[in-house]
């Protein structure tokens, strides 16, 4: 795990050491702010909300933060054999992330790569034990690529992207009863966020 944090550290401070290098002064220097939300987080009864800020005299750096929170579909459950069709219930209660995003053409347009590094508090049930539930939290560091898509001439966008990252228990329990929920440290997540900026 200790080799795992580290490669990761080692990850972000390239790509913090990059982005710093590679920013170019621009004729629009000045700081902008964008409002995102991640759509499928309301489909599976949860919400997100985002802000993202671009420095001033930042060409392609957007740095942010986050809060979101979703109930897992069973097909994500289910993606781990160890606790495909056991019953479990789960649900990220709370989260709680800070965003870095590095856009090859200029900030908020087009393809980007991204790192996320935050805490998500995790409540679970299982249908084989009645009225009993468990909570634990789990740090969360995902790197991620990405396209910012906007259909019109104003501040508007789309945003899918796709990560992969490692997770890991940090508090709390992951047992109910004689079950017990498998956390599988890496976790993929594909989705997209819909935003604008002012």
């Keep these: 795990m200790k080799k795992t944090i580290k490669f990761f550290a080692i990850i972000f401070a390239i790509l913090v050491g990059f982005t710093a290098n590679a920013q170019e002064k621009t004729t629009e220097n000045k700081t902008t702010y964008s409002v995102e939300i991640d759509p499928m987080t309301y489909a599976f009864k949860g919400y997100a909300v985002h802000v993202r800020i671009k420095p ?18 069973d097909f ?49 049930k299982n249908d084989n034990v009645e009225g ?4 634990y939290s789990n740090m969360l560091i995902m790197p991620s690529i990405g396209y910012n898509w906007r259909p019109f001439d104003n501040g508007f966008y789309v945003k899918p992207w796709l990560g992969l990252g490692y997770t890991s228990k940090v508090s709390g329990t992951n047992s109910i009863g004689t079950y017990k929920y498998k956390i599988n440290p890496m976790v993929n997540f594909l989705t997209f966020h819909v935003g604008y900026t002012f």
């Design 56 to 73: 001033k005299n930042s060409k392609r750096l957007l740095l942010g933060a986050g809060t979101y929170a979703m109930t897992y579909p």
């Design 76 to 124: 994500l459950v289910n993606m781990e054999s160890a606790n495909k069709d056991k019953g479990w219930n789960v649900r990220i209660t709370s989260a709680y992330s800070f965003f870095s995003e590095y856009y090859f053409k200029e900030a908020n347009n087009k393809w980007f790569v991204g790192l996320q590094g935050g805490v998500q508090n995790i409540k679970i």
């Design 132 to 135: 009993q539930s468990e909570k």
